[in-house]
């Protein structure tokens, strides 16, 4: 089964005429990130004598001018793709599909995944929990990827035996009268993005026909309910499968691409142009912190990625009302970029030898608890409220955040003061810790068990002395 290879972007966007097979004219291309239009008319207005040059490119379709406008449009044009679900493709097993039940188990060629990703790109994996974690990271994960791609370009044939194959969920599955090939509506790998990505990955250095790999699909209606149990046996964070039905990469992603914020470490190409030409940016890892610390018993929780103390009651009851996802992501946005239009400007203040220590300030983890504090204190809203019941808790972190992306629109100075006292607070908390020695690694350590273990609501209060000081 032979699908047509993903369409450049530039060719959506360019005059098709400029690619035409004739070669015996030259043509011309400009590409500018910033915006021609009035560039263009001052020449075409002007007397010069290379105009009618160019209008006889122009007439004859060999030159075409392409600004930041329009390569910003058709780049997230082509993002998009990664947040739409393939409507329907087919799959065809070696040995034809073995059947139980919803559950059917068959043995496919690489060739086909690479195929279906060609064509439908990221989007294959909407409803997976994680994106492709690539293979240069030093991470369990990314090693194991490593390997996958040394034995398809070594071993290709020794894949199927080394392998666990993929899981796909497909709401409709219709067999084929030989059985050979299935039809699968609203279809998504759920389990084993690695696993394709590195064939993808090997496929673009020396493509093999010899490569096969296991595919479960189960048929199913409720996505969320196979995807978490195809991730549960794996090296997935118990964390992040509890959070992945309203937070995963796929999600966030497609919100900021929908607002024209790029969500940085992105894994295709498309993600990185957009993250150069995005004017507001913005890290996945920094939306997830702020995330957890919302959603936990304490906001000191986001420290710990291996805890049990989200809240998932409290997530039931916050999302089950229409649209509070996207709001909550446009909220988080506006609070991370905030709080990272500051820590630069903090980091230069207090830089020097006697600093270094709080380098770690600029981690996702650490930004996440300052923006948490900045906009508890700038709103007088302590986060750190107990509130056993989930429906109250929910209601409770509604007005918090909304009241906060009204200071950010209406009153952001006061935001950003307060970010500088939280800022502060935390360093003078760390200070105290520095006549202990040991090196910095271990004051380093001594200041992350201080701030995880100091209650928040005592470094609200400290930040509020100092705005009142005020």
Known sequence: MKRPRQEAILTRIFDASLFAPDRSKVRYLIVSLSRTAAVVNNYESANLSTRDFYRALKLEGRLAIV????????????????????????????????????????????????????????????????????????ADRA??????????????????????????????????????????????????????????????????????????????????????SANYQNRVKQIDLDLARF???????????????????????????????????????????????????????????????????????FHATDGASERLFDQIFALGMAAAENLPDLRKKYSGEEYQVFERFM?????????????????????????PEAATRADFLERFMRATTQLLADERPAFDRAFRYSYQALKETGLTLLGEGGGDQAVGQRLHAVITKTPFG?????????????
Not at 458 to 470: A, C, I, N, T
């Open 247 to 317: 937070m995963r990469p796929q999600l966030v992603e497609q919100v900021a691409a929908s607002r024209g914020i790029a969500l940085g470490a992105g894994n295709s190409k498309i993600s990185s142009l957009l993250n150069e030409i995005a004017a507001t940016r913005i890290t996945y890892d920094e939306v997830s912190n702020l995330y957890r610390g919302l959603f936990s018993v304490r906001p000191n929780d986001l420290f710990d990625s291996n805890y049990n103390k989200l809240r998932s009651d409290v997530l039931d009851a």
């Open 67 to 138: 600004d930041g406008e329009e390569l910003w449009r058709a780049a997230r044009s082509e993002y998009s793709r990664a947040f739409v679900t393939p409507s329907s493709f087919d799959l065809h097993s070696e040995q034809g599909w073995l059947k139980q039940g919803n559950v059917r188990i068959g043995i496919v060629a690489a060739r086909e995944l690479v195929d279906l990703y060609r064509e439908y790109g990221d989007g294959l994996f909407y409803e997976n929990i994680r994106s492709f974690l690539g293979l240069d990271r030093n």
């Open 363 to 387: 981690k996702a983890s650490y930004a996440a608890y300052l923006s948490l504090l900045a906009a508890s204190a700038a709103t007088r809203i302590n986060l750190d409220t107990d509130q």
């Open 458 to 470: 005592q470094q609200y209060r400290q930040v509020l002395l100092r705005l009142d000081g005020d």
């Open 143 to 228: 090693t194991v990827n490593r390997r996958i791609l040394t034995t398809v370009r070594e071993s290709p044939e020794e894949l199927l035996a080394r392998n666990n194959g993929i899981t796909v969920r497909a709401s409709t599955v219709t067999d084929s009268e030989g059985h050979d090939d299935v039809h699968l509506v609203s279809p998504s790998i759920v389990n084993g993005c690695q696993t394709t990505m590195c064939l993808v990955q090997a496929d673009e250095a020396a493509p093999s026909e010899t490569v096969y790999v296991t595919v479960k699909i189960v048929e199913s209606a409720n996505a969320w309910e196979v995807t978490h």
